[in-house]
């Protein structure tokens, strides 16, 4: 059976890789990006329009690198912002300076979504802490009403990773790379209609210091 990991052992596995064993986050974030990254290019989504939807935190930023690695394969990608460029998180904004030299289009989000055939789902991981409300809502209403296939990063926006109950607003996906291990509220059968197809992706954060494959 696959091993499941709570919200707070996922983010003390990510904390230790990074503070005692010493892969820099942004190398996590990379390898969790090319996990993603291979599973669009091989999951049957049309790639002719991706826009990556991203939030300011760190599950936004791996939505970026996500972004990158299309864009060097010549797939047409957008990316929607869900704050200001000067508001995200020390990855993120390294993450944004690489699309800036790509010159990959940035907007500020919007629920004009109809152009698109693929929305990579990247606002919000293991850190959501209060409900999708707002404009917040209205974007993940306007992806999940698009015509678009949703791809969603580390968790369905809105899930509760922990319960698989939905908090406000929350994505559908038709398939969800999440990373280092699969958490425990998508094996709830609920939690299961938001990922969809659920992939788990070795980014090297291993909670016994080992591989458990
Ligand atoms: N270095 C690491 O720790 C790694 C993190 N990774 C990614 O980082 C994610 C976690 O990143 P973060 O901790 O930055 O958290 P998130 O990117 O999940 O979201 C955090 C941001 O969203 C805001 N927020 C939370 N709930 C909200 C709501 N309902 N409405 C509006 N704003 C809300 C928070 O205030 C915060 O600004 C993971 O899910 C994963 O995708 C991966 O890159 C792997 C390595
Ligand atoms: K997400």
Redesign the pocket.
Same mark, same amino acid.
């Not at 939030?55 to 791996?62: A, E």
């Given at each position: 059976m696959t091993r499941t990991v709570t919200i707070a052992e *996922?983010?003390q596995g990510?904390?230790h890789? =990074?503070e005692e064993v010493g892969i820099p +986050?942004?190398v996590?974030?990379e390898? %969790? *990006?090319l996990g993603a990254t291979s599973r669009l290019l091989n999951g049957s989504f049309n790639l002719s329009h991706v826009l990556v939807f991203a939030?300011?935190?760190?599950? $936004?930023?791996?939505g970026l %690198?996500i972004a990158r690695m299309l864009h060097v394969r010549d797939v047409d990608v957008t990316v929607m912002l869900?704050?200001s460029e000067d508001r995200t +998180?020390t990855?993120?904004a390294q993450q944004l300076k690489m699309i800036h030299y790509y010159q990959i289009p940035v907007i500020p989000a919007s629920t004009d979504l109809a152009k698109y055939t693929t929305i990579v789902d *990247? =606002?919000? $991981?293991?850190?959501?802490?209060?409900?999708?409300?707002?404009k917040?809502a209205d974007w993940v209403d306007a992806i999940n009403d698009a015509a678009a296939e949703v791809f969603s990063?580390?968790?369905p +926006? $809105?899930l509760n990773a922990d319960t698989g109950e939905p908090?406000?607003a929350t994505i559908k996906a038709k398939s969800t790379s999440t990373? %280092?291990y699969a958490k425990e509220g998508f094996e709830t059968s609920q939690g299961k209609q938001y990922t969809g197809q659920l992939y788990v992706e070795d =980014?090297g954060?291993y909670l016994n210091d080992r591989f458990e494959g």
């Open positions: *996922a983010r990510d904390k890789t =990074i +986050s942004l996590l974030m390898r %969790a *990006a939030g300011t935190g760190n599950n $936004g930023g791996d %690198a869900t704050g +998180s990855e993120t *990247a =606002i919000f $991981g293991v850190g959501l802490d209060r409900p999708v409300e707002g917040f990063v580390d968790v +926006s $809105g908090q406000g990373f %280092a =980014i954060v």
